[in-house]
């Protein structure tokens, strides 16, 4: 059967409008009770239905809500129809006659209302048969976002039948049912057969898997449709399956900027003509912009960059790198780089914290103590090279431990010494003074557990309160995540199930499903200056 989009087209009348216009009377009680459904025709559960009108007449005057999005009819046809309301009727009219020995199923939900505060007429569900019985077999169940494990409200539930040449990319579902507030769904007087399942947070209002933004949920295997099916889970998922583009490339005297169309989680740049060396580069945060420096033998030319991205998708470019033009004024003298922030002059620490501060260009160190801090214009304490300080292998970030001081400062002073930090290459740096404020001392906390689980490879992850990705370890019966701030923090777990060392999140063909999630069922909440030492991870 050939099946399409089920289209709503109003057909109103002047009493039609006459009832839209309809508003409460002054005074009196608010109406606060629902439409009820007085009669139908047909009734629930007839047989044998050659009509193709259906009239629902109510306790009151209704009107019709967004019912192109509201009505879900099952299965679905291709036969449009138009709605009149007249006072306490509502009625529908289709163009063709129904299918034959077919049950059919009209779910309102909150399709009608009545004229006066828009109460909607509650669980108004119609079913009947154009044969002779009334199918009964179902199946309910629920929807969650795999790496949240949270429940998916109003996604599309879809059974195609397999003995049709239905798919969710190309095809509406032949029965559909929507989620509540707690992801479940329920199919009912659904015709006994084996059926793909499929779950769809539909972004576009479609009914179809057509855009990769949105998330899909699916079994990889057939369900088998009873009057005593099993309940159900499906679990969504973003599929991306596009790779990263050819990147723009800006060229600069110290650095090349590659500049990607997606945040990438990895990058390898080999040089053709020597490709047993490595090219020095930098990531931003988030991953799209990726600084290429000189050094380890390359000086530019030709070279094959190998990418990848957090779905796993990877390309490969060869690109000519020209280290040519100005030096690079991304940052003006020097700046902060924090974890987690933005770069800045002014950053906030505590006391054993490591303190990073990004150059504009790369540069050498050629004295003894290129980094004093000051309190009042007075010294507190010269910063040692290399015995206190680190220059990273691009050359562009200097970092160091904040040492202890008197608990009256409240603010340093990082003074760069511009003739013992010098450039690799140009002229010689302009480096402002930067500004450390000493954060209120209220401490860190850590959490540790134990992992009981016949799995052998598995990654866990903490993760703040927005569902950040913080810290991860892998394959480890036990883990202690330190120096957290206090607040709020989640664990989950990807489990690793065929031991390829990767987690699968899941399939472009819509076959194979992803693996396990396992989520701490508890918030982590982290006090200063506390070990919370108890947590088990069972999965």
Not at 140 to 165: H, N, R
Not at 229 to 254: A, C, H, N, Y
Not at 278 to 294: C, N, P, R, T, W
Request: net charge neutral.
């Amino acid at each position: 059967m050939k099946l399409a989009h089920l289209l709503l087209t109003a057909a109103t009348t002047g009493i039609l409008g006459a009832c839209a216009s309809v508003s409460s009377p002054e005074g009196g009680p608010k109406d606060e009770t629902n439409p009820s459904l007085v009669s139908s025709t047909p009734t629930q559960g007839e047989l044998n239905v050659k009509t193709q009108v259906i009239t629902l007449d109510f306790d009151e005057e209704v009107q019709p809500n967004k019912l192109n999005s509201e009505l879900l009819i099952t299965p679905n046809v291709d036969n449009k129809f138009t709605v009149l309301s007249k006072r306490e009727r509502l009625q529908l009219t289709f163009e063709k006659p129904l299918e034959e020995n077919t049950t059919y199923t009209l779910n309102f939900r909150e399709g009608v209302q009545d004229i006066t505060e828009k109460n909607p007429a509650k669980d108004l569900r119609l079913t009947f048969s154009t044969g002779n019985y009334i199918d009964s077999s179902r199946v309910s169940g629920k929807v969650m976002q795999l790496l949240t494990q949270t429940p998916e409200k109003e996604a599309i539930v879809a059974l195609y039948p397999i003995t049709d040449t239905l798919n969710i990319r190309k095809n509406p579902p032949y029965y559909q049912a929507m989620t509540n507030e707690a992801g479940e769904f329920s199919f009912e007087n659904i015709k006994e057969g084996e059926y793909r399942l499929f779950a769809l947070i539909d972004k576009n209002k479609n009914s179809y898997y057509d855009n990769e933004s949105e998330r899909i949920g699916y079994k990889e295997n057939p369900i088998s449709v009873t009057p005593t099916t099993d309940s159900v889970l499906l679990q969504t998922v973003r599929i991306d399956t596009k790779k990263p583009l050819p990147p723009r490339r800006e060229q600069f005297q110290d650095r090349v900027l590659l500049t990607y169309n997606e945040g990438l989680t990895s990058i390898k740049g080999t040089p053709v003509e020597n490709p047993k060396d490595s090219i020095l580069y930098k990531m931003q945060e988030d991953g799209k912009i990726v600084h290429i420096f000189a050094g380890n033998g390359f000086t530019g030319g030709r070279a094959v960059f190998s990418v990848a991205d957090s779905a796993g998708n990877q390309s490969v470019d060869s690109l000519t790198v020209a280290f040519e033009g100005k030096r690079s004024q991304l940052i003006r003298g020097a700046a902060f780089k924090v974890a987690g922030g933005k770069g800045g002059t002014t950053a906030t620490y505590r006391k054993g914290q490591p303190v990073t501060i990004e150059m504009q260009t790369p540069v050498k160190v050629t004295g003894p103590e290129p980094i004093a801090l000051l309190a009042d214009s007075v010294v507190v304490q010269n910063i040692k090279y290399p015995e206190q300080i680190t220059l990273d292998k691009t050359a562009t970030e200097l970092t160091f431990t904040l040492p202890a001081t008197n608990n009256k400062i409240n603010q340093l002073i990082v003074k760069l010494d511009s003739t013992a930090i010098v450039p690799v290459q140009g002229a010689p740096l302009q480096l402002p003074n930067l500004t450390i404020i000493k954060a209120e001392e209220k401490g860190t906390g850590s959490v540790k557990g134990a992992v009981v689980s016949d799995y052998k490879s598995y990654f866990i992850q903490l993760l703040n309160s927005e569902g950040q990705l913080l810290k991860e370890v892998q394959n480890q019966k036990t883990f202690h995540f330190r120096n957290l701030e206090p607040g709020a923090y989640a664990i989950r777990v990807l489990v690793d199930e065929d031991n390829n060392g990767k987690w699968r999140s899941g399939d472009p063909k819509l076959r194979q499903e992803p693996e396990k999630v396992y989520m701490y069922p508890k918030p982590i909440e982290i006090r200063a200056n506390w070990d919370l030492d108890d947590v088990r991870l069972v999965f």
